[in-house]
């Protein structure tokens, strides 16, 4: 390291700070560099093969049943909360005859599979529970625990009938598009080969958890289990702690991500002792979470939940908020680096560019964030390797009262690897720095595979027109209109991040993509349109304002640490992401279906 890290700009620690910003920008530099891999992501491998984490349901059992052949109006593939809302909107439009189809045994998505203990959302329930406001039920808190989540998923699929013609345990393996017949033809793992006017593609980003790829791994001799496949058989308790089944276990949690900020405090209570292993800390700021006051919730006026939502939105990309703070979303999510940074120019945008202004509030944010560890865990050297030093944005912050605490527990001990990860790993122990610790189990808190379009991750072979597969029709770049649909697919939508925009509060995304495809089915309804297809003109005109209006995030991102943000320090040379942001986006959308959405229906997209 050289001496410009270590200059003394800390006293308390020698440790670089928002008045070393040179000293900082080295160390964040020299952090990066010993966590860059030559294998990049191939450094993960799959759950599948010998550890069947994938494949298996632990949550329900498979039921036999006939394969179907009929028809549907629509079928949407995922339970998640984007299919389940583009489900309903689809139900509001007037489709009788709608079919989720998902692996999983019920709806949920994400929150169906996982239920590891201490699991939680981290975005405030009354913005990010979709259609809140119409279920018409109050959550339990400001971040309800992930059973209540599940439930309210079983709500929404109750209130408009989705079970009716639901599909569990079910994989699409084919959707072929039959240009004669005008619908899809759908085929299955269990050997359903039915049809289907609209197909809805929703699978979601968090569905196929992926593994580290340490030598070894498949001769370790004790338990092992990914989080999103919980053993509790094994470890007792449920999702919301008493793992009474642990006690005089030595268990190693590898991967200090958002899942382990949550699981880590529960295994720390039960395990006889507990290794988390780190290649990255997390940057963890305070939750503040309180249960909610009955008597504010029943003050709130119809309409309460989108105004929030829009504010919510407006306040994380730097857009004037709508609300007061009393009234909107005011928590640590509105108080992240960018936000501040924003604010920062607004003060000194005479003396300061913007680029300087977010720099510079990133790095007093990330001191504040380190000098929390250096106030909460009592040992110098873990407080010292739990410091993140990146910018906050490179990695999803996280946010716990309880993650930093369990460093305090004498059957606790970090192993932070150098950034290098996992050495090794022997029948029945973990090798790191050279020295084997004998473990018990192995938890697997190692995310997802992501990056990869929905119907990838979705497990399926599309097919659109004269069997154009859609892997080759996207094989130089994604081509569709607003991220939803694509020429030569004809009613085929895509929910998720695909040529649009995202947010934190990806529910209110997703919710939104839901509507807006209701809203242009019941329209091609009442028009007596066969197909919903964009125009050649249009879908280019698209691709080209995506290519036009992309912020070049490839400079910030090859400087942050490696992870699934930046696909572990190699970021994709072209951003998909529309770059006016999602609160420009959204409009774009209405002022687009005000428009007459004829480049969609008309005779001009077909």
């Not at 249960?291 to 504010?296: L, M, V």
């Not at 407006?314 to 108080?335: C, I, K």
């Not at 919903?532 to 125009?535: G, Y």
């Given at each position: 390291m050289t001496s410009e890290v270590t200059t003394r700009t800390d006293t308390s620690t020698g440790d670089p700070t928002a008045s070393d910003m040179d000293g900082l920008r080295e160390?964040?530099?020299?952090?990066?560099?010993?966590?860059?891999?030559?294998?990049?992501?191939a450094q993960y491998r799959a759950t599948t093969g010998e550890f069947g984490y994938y494949a298996d349901d632990p949550w329900s059992s498979a039921t036999e049943r006939a394969a179907r052949t009929d028809h549907v109006d629509a079928l949407v593939v995922g339970g998640g909360f984007g299919g389940l809302t583009a489900a309903a909107r689809l139900r509001d439009a007037g489709l009788e005859r709608i079919r989720i189809v998902d692996t999983a045994g019920d709806v949920g998505g994400t929150w169906y599979w996982n239920r590891y203990p201490g699991i939680a959302c981290d975005i405030e329930s009354s913005i990010y529970l979709p259609m809140l406001e119409e279920i018409g039920t109050m959550p339990s808190r400001k971040y309800p625990p992930g059973e209540e989540i599940r439930g309210h998923a079983r709500a929404i699929a109750e209130r408009f009938d989705l079970y009716r013609d639901a599909l569990f345990g079910t994989g699409i393996t084919s959707l072929a598009w039959d240009d004669d017949a005008g619908h899809w033809r759908v085929r299955t793992d269990r050997g359903d080969d039915m049809s289907a006017r609209y197909v809805v593609v929703s699978s979601g980003p968090f569905n196929r958890p992926k593994l580290p790829g340490i030598p070894g791994i498949e001769d370790f001799t004790g338990h092992t289990f990914h989080t999103s496949r919980w053993d509790f058989g094994w470890t007792g308790g449920d999702a919301t702690g008493g793992l009474d089944r642990i006690g005089g276990k030595r268990i190693a949690v590898i991967g200090t991500g958002a899942t382990a900020i949550q699981c880590v405090p529960h295994l720390a209570e039960g395990a006889e002792h507990l290794y988390v292993v780190q290649r990255t800390?997390?940057?963890?700021?305070?939750?503040?979470?309180?249960?909610?006051?009955?008597?504010?919730?029943?003050?709130?006026?119809?309409?309460?939940?989108?105004?929030?939502?829009?504010?919510?939105?407006?306040?994380?990309?730097?857009?004037?908020?709508?609300?007061?703070?009393?009234?909107?979303?005011?928590?640590?999510?509105?108080?992240?680096?960018?936000?501040?940074?924003?604010r920062r120019y607004a003060r000194t945008r005479d003396t300061e560019s913007l680029a300087e202004a977010l720099e510079i509030a990133d790095a007093e944010k990330m001191d504040e964030l380190r000098a929390r560890v250096d106030a909460v865990v009592e040992d110098p050297a873990t407080a010292a390797a739990l410091k993140p030093w990146y910018r906050q944005m490179c990695k999803r912050p996280t946010f716990s009262d309880r993650y930093l605490q369990a460093f305090n527990r004498e059957n606790v001990t970090l192993l932070d690897t150098g950034g290098q990860g996992v050495e090794r790993i022997t029948a029945d122990a973990l090798v790191v720095g050279g020295t084997e610790y004998p473990v018990d189990a192995i938890v697997f808190a190692t995310g997802f595979e992501l990056g990869a379009d929905p119907a990838t991750r979705a497990g399926a072979d599309v097919r659109g027109r004269d069997g154009l597969p859609l892997a080759r029709r996207w094989s130089d770049g994604l081509h569709t209109l607003h991220g939803w649909v694509s020429r030569g697919f004809p009613n085929l939508f895509h929910v998720g991040a695909l040529q649009n925009s995202a947010s934190v509060n990806f529910a209110h995304v997703l919710e939104e993509q839901a509507s807006h495809i209701a809203a242009v089915v019941g329209e091609a309804g009442r028009r007596g349109a066969s197909v919903?297809?964009?125009?050649a003109e249009s879908e280019d005109a698209w691709v080209a304002t995506i290519r036009e209006r992309a912020v070049d995030q490839q400079g910030f991102l090859a400087e942050c640490t490696p992870g699934y943000y930046n696909f572990e320090g190699r970021p994709r040379k072209r951003n998909e992401q529309f770059g006016g942001g999602p609160v420009e986006f959204h409009e774009v959308l209405r002022s687009w279906r005000d428009g007459g959405m004829s480049d969609v229906l008309g005779e001009g997209a077909r």
């Open positions: 160390r964040y530099r020299y952090e990066r560099d010993r966590r860059i891999r030559a294998d990049g992501t800390p997390s940057a963890v700021d305070t939750r503040d979470d309180a249960p909610y006051d009955e008597r504010w919730w029943t003050s709130l006026q119809p309409g309460w939940q989108r105004r929030r939502r829009e504010d919510f939105l407006h306040r994380m990309n730097m857009h004037p908020p709508l609300l007061g703070d009393d009234d909107g979303v005011a928590d640590r999510w509105t108080d992240t680096a960018p936000i501040r940074g924003v919903v297809e964009p125009s």
